[in-house]
T-cell receptor, first 114, second 114 residues
Framework: GAVVSQHPSWVICKSGTSVKIECRSL??????MFWYRQFPKQSLMLMAT?????????EQGVEKDKFLINHASLTLSTLTVTSAHPEDSSFYIC??????????FGDGTRLSIL | AQSVTQLGSHVSVSEGALVLLRCNYS??????LFWYVQYPNQGLQLLLK??????LVKGINGFEAEFKKSETSFHLTKPSAHMSDAAEYFC????????????FGSGTQLTVLP
């Protein structure tokens, strides 16, 4: 089946640093990738939708300058959390889709900002 | 706007007992509905999907769900629970205007008792 690889799976960094998370579709070309944020014991909240070669569409309330999304190829999207602060600590999950097929999810990245 | 409501944030069943996880949807257009499972510190795995074909949908791991338009429901069932079924389950619906942007329910934590 389709595989989406997300890296790193866990990252701890100091407040003020920037962190990049990669999302790769390993065996299919993902025309669209999605980035979600999940707080403990809560559901997934869509942050942004990313189409290859175009600017990401951010959900209301998500800071574009804080969460930079790049989707430069059909197999790779990156989320960069800039100048991260403790309140940015969360579980970030990407998913990739092709046409109208169901999304395939990565295993998530647990981000801890000290 | 589309939404899903999952009744019961926690469900406990004995091993071998029936599993019933409830999901009701709200949609002004025919919805696409999904059930996903999430194990700790992992992404989401698709269990099954409804896309306006058969109303009874069979998924992986012995799960199935029935789309009932009159009740606006898409409940997930499994005849006999296994210890490995313990996880978080999310119902999701496509957002109006897009076949792939998902809106998730709040999730149901399933505990299987020995």
């Amino acid at each position: 089946g389709a595989v989406v690889s997300q890296h790193p799976s866990w990252v701890i960094c100091k407040s003020g640093t920037s962190v990049k998370i990669e999302c790769r579709s390993l065996d299919f070309q993902a025309t669209t990738m999605f980035w979600y944020r999940q707080f403990p014991k809560q559901s997934l909240m869509l942050m942004a939708t990313s189409n290859e070669g175009s600017k990401a569409t951010y959900e209301q309330g998500v800071e574009k300058d804080k969460f930079l999304i790049n989707h430069a190829s059909l197999t790779l999207s990156t989320l960069t959390v800039t100048s991260a602060h403790p309140e940015d600590s969360s579980f970030y999950i990407c998913s990739a889709g092709q046409g109208d097929q169901p999304q395939h999810f990565g295993d998530g990245t647990r981000l801890s900002i000290l | 706007a589309q939404s899903v409501t999952q009744l019961g944030s926690h469900v406990s069943v004995s091993e071998g007992a029936l599993v019933l996880l409830r999901c009701n949807y709200s949609s002004s257009v025919p919805p696409y509905l999904f059930w996903y499972v999430q194990y700790p510190n992992q992404g989401l795995q698709l269990l099954l999907k409804y896309t306006s074909a058969a109303t009874l949908v069979k998924g992986i791991n012995g799960f199935e769900a029935e789309f009932k338009k009159s009740e606006t429901s898409f409940h997930l069932t499994k005849p006999s629970a296994h210890m490995s079924d313990a996880a978080e389950y999310f119902c999701a619906v496509t957002r109006s205007g897009s076949a792939r942007q998902l809106t998730f329910g709040s999730g149901t934590q399933l505990t299987v008792l020995p």
